[in-house]
Nanobody, 123 residues
Framework: VQLVESGGGLVQPGGSLRLSCGAS????????MSWYRQAPGSERELVAI????????NYADSVKGRFTISRDNTKKMVYLQMGSLKPEDTAVYYC?????????????????WGQGTQVTVSS
């Protein structure tokens, strides 16, 4: 199983970045995907989540209206488009997968994490 994030970097306040996460080794199209972030000295927090089909999304209040999560099941990719970036968005951003399945009585649930990509918002 692999989740590989890319797209992080240094950006000025008010700028934009697009994070990407490529997945392999599990049933991506049946997995709920999320982006988390962790700033220095802080706990990891959920930023955005998208259902397996992409029909449902949810966001942390701190990023609503500025960030958009999306996915492409044919490419096994999930994205986080970030706009109007603020210094407080500075963190390591992690891709997360929740792989669930199995027949009734034999359900399974596995959680996977990427290695993270650094986003720094600073002038």
């Amino acid at each position: 199983v692999q989740l590989v994030e890319s797209g992080g970097g240094l950006v000025q306040p008010g700028g934009s970045l697009r994070l990407s996460c490529g997945a392999s080794g599990f049933t991506f199209s049946l997995s709920e995907m999320s982006w988390y972030r962790q700033a220095p000295g802080s706990e990891r927090e959920l930023v955005a989540i998208i259902s397996s089909t992409g029909s449902s999304t949810n966001y942390a209040d701190s990023v609503k209206g500025r960030f958009t999560i999306s996915r492409d099941n044919t490419k096994k990719m999930v994205y986080l488009q970030m706009g109007s970036l603020k210094p407080e968005d500075t963190a390591v951003y992690y891709c997360n997968a929740l792989d669930v399945g199995g027949p009734p009585g034999a359900e399974y649930q596995y959680e996977y994490w990427g290695q993270g990509t650094q986003v720094t918002v600073s002038s």
